[in-house]
T-cell receptor, first 112, second 110 residues
Framework: SAVISQKPSRDICQRGTSLTIQCQVD?????MFWYRQQPGQSLTLIAT?????????ESGFVIDKFPISRPNLTFSTLTVSNMSPEDSSIYLC?????????FGSGTRLTVV | KQEVTQIPAALSVPEGENLVLNCSFT??????LQWFRQDPGKGLTSLLL?????REQTSGRLNASLDKSSGRSTLYIAASQPGDSATYLC?????????FGKGTRLSVIA
């Protein structure tokens, strides 16, 4: 099964700034998913990132706020732009494998 | 649109008890169902994956069942331990990426 290295593990950011989260997978994968987990809530899909094409965003999420890069089959970044306290959440990346979905360890973001 | 519901939302049991967590989903056209464990502020650890053609999977003290036609799954934890305290999430995969329930927060009291 794939192993995902996600960083940073946590950060405290000032409102109005941006944070880029990175996920590195130890094998090539076609699709990578980005999720948000707001405090006390379950996971909500932000977007699907395919290598070589634009990311596909779910309803309620837009590219200007959450730009995604997918330069190759093992790496992706999610940027949280112009942050506000409402963006305080855990952000996770995920890839499908033969053994189900594997998740990164998450980035715990606090916006002050 | 697939919706996943988990009952109960929270559960507190004494150490050593056997327990059952429930998960239901509205669209039976799924590829598989996966149970995860999440510790506070952490990522997700996969516990069990059940393919749509399977009825159950076992790993150690954990047993997960799937009744696709009725849209239900259960996670059975035998002889619970304080280290089992965590949030347990059920997620289904179909024509869309994983759809999650809100989870069951389990506390096992020593």
């Amino acid at each position: 099964s794939a192993v995902i290295s996600q960083k940073p593990s946590r950060d405290i950011c000032q409102r109005g700034t941006s944070l880029t989260i990175q996920c590195q997978v130890d094998s090539q994968v076609t699709m990578m998913f980005w999720y948000r987990q707001q405090p006390g809530q379950s996971l909500t899909l932000i977007a699907t990132a395919n290598q070589g094409s634009e990311a596909t965003y779910e309803s309620g999420f837009v590219i200007d706020k959450f730009p995604i890069s997918r330069p190759n089959l093992t790496f992706s970044t999610l940027t949280v732009s112009n942050m506000s306290p409402e963006d305080s959440s855990i952000y996770l990346c995920s890839v499908p494998t033969d053994y189900g979905y594997t998740f990164g360890s998450g980035t715990r973001l606090t916006v002050v | 649109k697939q919706e996943v519901t988990q009952i109960p939302a929270a559960l507190s049991v004494p150490e050593g008890e056997n327990l059952v967590l429930n998960c239901s989903f509205t669209d039976s056209a799924i590829y598989n169902l996966q149970w995860f464990r999440q510790d506070p502020g952490k990522g997700l650890t996969s516990l069990l994956l059940i393919q749509s053609s399977q009825r159950e999977q076992t790993s150690g003290r954990l047993n997960a069942s799937l009744d696709k036609s009725s849209g239900r799954s259960t996670l059975y934890i035998a002889a619970s331990q304080p280290g089992d305290s965590a949030t347990y999430l059920c997620a289904v995969a179909g024509n869309t990426p994983l759809v999650f329930g809100k989870g069951t927060r389990l506390s096992v009291i020593a």
